[in-house]
Each structure stands twice: as structure tokens, then as C-alpha cells.
């Protein structure tokens, strides 16, 4: 599979040009989305685009120069390439000065395309790294570790951002640690209801006898015990939101009382006749799929389908772990600034141990061993993991970042004796983003071959 930084969107109306210019680039190794007008670029590129744009000038409709003007609309800092005919060379000169990337007067060689195409893929590659970065770095100022680049956290983050101002009910799954509130309280925090409480409630931590109360509420003398009215989290939560974590444990007669709510947007508290409107909307998170009868057991179907509105899946740890780097990163920095130690450069032992284990407890998980390494513990004894010179504590987020995905790189090329392709599948990461890091962070493969290391980590600003 291509990397995303050797996409380009190739837009050329002449179809015998197009289809050649297409071959000529996928056999340069991008990958091509070939479109007929300027028109139809429009429905492909928007900021999140990650490659480079590649027009004609003339074109009948929407000409190149125009699509150039609705594309710097959209993201300044997507490159766009005019190719042009020779009366176009004034027009296309003018359009370097308001932006355009470059421009490839007919007729070309095809080198001359391909040479400007990967400048320009590189130039869109940092843009798009560091705009990830900058994400990452505000998320995680704002103690909020739902940072990462794999797509399915991207996607995540994307959809939050859609739906935080939605009245609509969210079931959140994902394993134990894994982040599940995290992605309510970014809901209730993102939306408009940030304002009004959030009320969270663990629906398996509480004894049958009380949920209920706590849940719903009660008048004086609702039963014995009951000497004052006490309003419970559902009501207390009326304008905000309501998380319900552990959806899955509340007991059945609850999940009846539950679905009414849900579907009345009212409650009459026990010992009252008063039915109660609320503005509620809930976020309820589970460990299982729902979905699959083996695994809902005796939770009622239809209270399932009253919640799965919108569902959010978080991925475990395991299937992102080119996330680790940037999450152990953040969260070392963290557990430094709280136990007022530096930031410590670890040694192969922790590498090791990020890479290889396969965190069951997901990203708490790995917070508590970034505290243990930030004391300076391995993950099970007490045997010194840090190297006993540290530098200086690295200032940033990304500067933190860049060493410790250097580190685990130079780590994948020694325990695989430098073979490429090990330390690809190692690290699951596209084999062009990899050589992408060899280059960045100054490693050479071959250096790992024969046992060898001889350079160290450039410590990236």
C-alpha cells in the first residue's frame, strides 16, 4: 500500500494525458486519484487531504487557477502544481506569487514532474505531522490523553468534534483502560451542555439496593430511612450529561426504569407523583459488545438499541501501537512534573518492554508505567530501568516524542540484526513512513547488521 504522502489529486480534462500521466506517476510509487475537471477535485481535497494537488490551467468550467483559489480557501498549505501551455507562463508566474507550490510548463519530461511532486509530498507530509502534533500537544495540555495518529483515533477525535453539540444518546465500548470516559467528559466538554454538570456514574460499583436511589432519586419517606428528599444523578444531570460507565452490570429491573427514561425524557422519583421533563442526554460506556448476544447476557435488547444512537469504539492499545511513543511520551512528562523529577532518558529495557508487552490495562496501563519508569522502576521489580546519566529533561511534547519513537526504532533495527522488513512489521508502520524516520531522526540500517550503533539519538526541536 502507497503512504498517504505520495497522494496526489491529478486533474487534467485532455483523458489520453490523463491516463498517461497517471501511469507515469504510480510507476514513480504514488498513488493517484485521477479526476476529469476541477469540479470534481473539489470533492476530494479538504484539509485533511495529505497530498499534493496536480492541474491543468485550461480546463472547460472551473479553470486550474480558480481550483487553486477554492483549494488556498480551504488549507493554505496545501501545494498545488499548475501544469500550463506556453501563453499560461504569465498567469502561472503571477500564481507562484499568491502561492501555487509550482508550475511545469508543457511540454515536460516526466522527471521534472516527479521531482516536484516529492518535494511538494515532503513539504505536505510536515505540515500534516505537525499539525498532529500541535493536537496532540494541546489534548495533552489539557490532560486529556486521547492523542495518537492511527486512523482509528483520528477518525475518533473527528467524530467527537461532529457530534459533541448532537442531542443524541453515545454508547462508548472499549477495553478496561482504554479511555472510555475520557471520551465523555470530551463529549460533555466539546458541546454546548459544558456549561451544566457531568454526572458520572459506575453502574458496577454500587450495590443493587442503592443504584436505584442514585440513580432516580427519592421523596422523604419513600421508604424507611428516607428522612430527605435526595434528587438523583439522571435529574441532577438535566442539561448536562449523564455517563453511565459499565452499562452492562446495571441490574435488569433498572434497565427497565432506564429505558422509560430514555424514551419519556422524564422520571417520577420514588415516592412521588410528580413526573419530572429532563434535557438529558447520555453517554454510557461498556467493556462488551452489546450487539452480540453472548456477550449482552441478561441486558435487555432494547434498552441496546435505545443507546446504540451513536456508538464509539475505542481501539485497545494493541492495535495502535505505533500511538505508544507519543502516549508514553505525554504521560512521562506528566509523571515527572508531578513527582518533580526531569524527564529521564530511559534505556533499552523499557523500549523492550514497550514494543513487546501487550497491555491488557491498555492506556492506564501504560500511565502507571511511565510513573514507574518516571521513578525510576521497571514495570514488575525494582530494578533500575533508567540510565543513571540523564539528560536534560527535553522541553516539548514533540521533542519528547521524536526521541522516544528514534529509540524504539533503533531498538526494532538491533533486535532484528537491521533487517528492514522485521522492523517494519515490528512496529506496523508503512514502509515508506519508516524510511521517512530513518532520514529524519539520522539512522542507517546497515549500522544495525553486524550488532553494531555506533550513532546516537539526534534529539529532535
Given at each position: ?52 494537488v496536480v492541474s491543468d ?162 421523596e422523604a419517606g419513600a ?166 546519566q540523564s539528560p536534560e ?69
Amino acid at each position: 500500500m502507497t503512504d498517504k504522502s505520495g497522494l496526489v489529486a491529478l486533474v487534467e480534462d485532455d483523458a489520453d494525458l490523463l491516463h498517461a500521466t497517471t501511469q507515469l506517476l504510480e510507476l514513480a510509487g504514488f498513488a493517484v486519484v485521477a479526476l476529469k475537471a476541477a469540479e470534481a477535485a473539489l470533492g476530494v481535497v479538504d484539509a485533511s487531504f495529505e497530498g499534493v494537488v496536480v492541474s491543468d490551467i485550461r480546463m472547460p468550467g472551473m479553470n486550474g487557477l480558480q481550483l487553486f483559489d477554492r483549494i488556498k480557501a480551504i488549507d493554505a498549505d496545501l501545494p498545488v502544481i499548475l501544469v500550463t501551455g506556453h501563453g499560461d507562463v504569465d498567469l502561472a508566474v503571477a500564481a507562484l506569487k499568491d502561492g501555487v507550490y509550482d508550475f511545469i510548463p508543457k511540454p515536460y519530461a516526466g522527471e521534472r514532474l516527479v521531482e516536484a511532486l516529492k518535494r511538494a509530498s515532503e513539504k505536505r507530509r510536515l505540515v500534516m505531522e505537525n499539525r498532529r502534533l500541535r493536537e496532540a500537544a494541546a489534548l495533552a495540555a489539557d490532560g486529556m490523553p486521547l492523542i495518537g495518529e492511527a486512523p482509528a483515533m483520528r477518525r475518533l477525535r473527528e467524530t467527537l468534534r461532529q457530534i459533541a453539540d448532537m442531542d443524541v444518546d453515545v454508547l462508548v465500548e472499549g477495553e478496561t483502560g482504554s479511555g472510555k470516559e475520557v471520551v465523555a467528559d470530551l463529549l460533555h466538554r466539546w458541546g454546548r451542555r459544558r456549561a451544566k454538570p457531568f454526572v458520572a456514574l459506575n453502574c458496577g460499583a454500587l450495590p443493587e439496593t442503592v443504584i436505584e436511589s442514585e440513580l432516580f432519586g427519592h421523596e422523604a419517606g419513600a421508604f424507611t430511612g428516607a428522612q430527605r428528599r435526595r434528587i438523583g444523578r439522571v435529574e441532577h444531570s438535566s442539561g448536562g450529561t449523564l455517563f453511565l460507565d459499565e452499562i452492562e452490570s446495571m441490574p435488569p429491573a433498572l434497565q427497565v426504569k432506564l429505558l422509560r427514561v430514555l424514551e419519556t425524557r422524564s422520571l417520577t422519583p420514588l415516592g412521588s407523583n410528580e413526573t419530572r421533563r429532563l434535557d438529558l442526554r447520555v453517554v454510557a460506556a461498556t467493556k462488551v459488545d452489546l450487539g452480540r448476544p453472548d456477550q449482552r447476557g441478561d441486558f435487555r435488547e432494547d434498552l441496546y438499541f435505545r443507546l446504540n444512537v451513536v456508538t464509539l469504539r475505542i481501539p485497545p492499545l494493541r492495535e495502535r501501537r505505533g500511538d505508544i511513543p507519543m502516549l508514553f511520551g505525554h504521560f512521562l512528562g506528566k509523571a515527572a512534573e508531578r513527582f518533580g523529577r526531569p524527564v529521564a532518558k530511559v534505556n533499552a529495557a523499557v523500549s523492550d518492554h514497550l514494543q513487546s508487552h501487550a497491555w491488557p490495562g491498555n492506556v492506564r496501563e501504560l500511565a502507571h508505567f511511565a510513573d514507574r519508569v518516571a521513578l525510576g522502576l521497571g514495570p514488575d521489580d525494582d530494578r533500575k530501568l533508567v540510565s543513571p546519566q540523564s539528560p536534560e529533561p527535553l522541553a516539548s511534547l514533540p521533542e519528547r516524542v521524536g526521541y522516544y519513537e528514534a529509540q524504539l526504532i533503533r531498538d526494532a533495527l538491533r533486535e532484528h540484526g537491521g533487517d528492514v522488513r522485521g522492523a517494519i512489521d515490528a512496529l506496523g508502520v508503512p514502509r515508506k513512513t519508516f524510511y521517512d524516520k530513518l532520514k529524519r531522526y539520522g539512522i542507517a540500517a546497515s549500522d544495525f547488521r553486524n550488532g553494531g550503533d555506533p550513532h546516537p539519538v539526534r534529539e529532535q526541536t
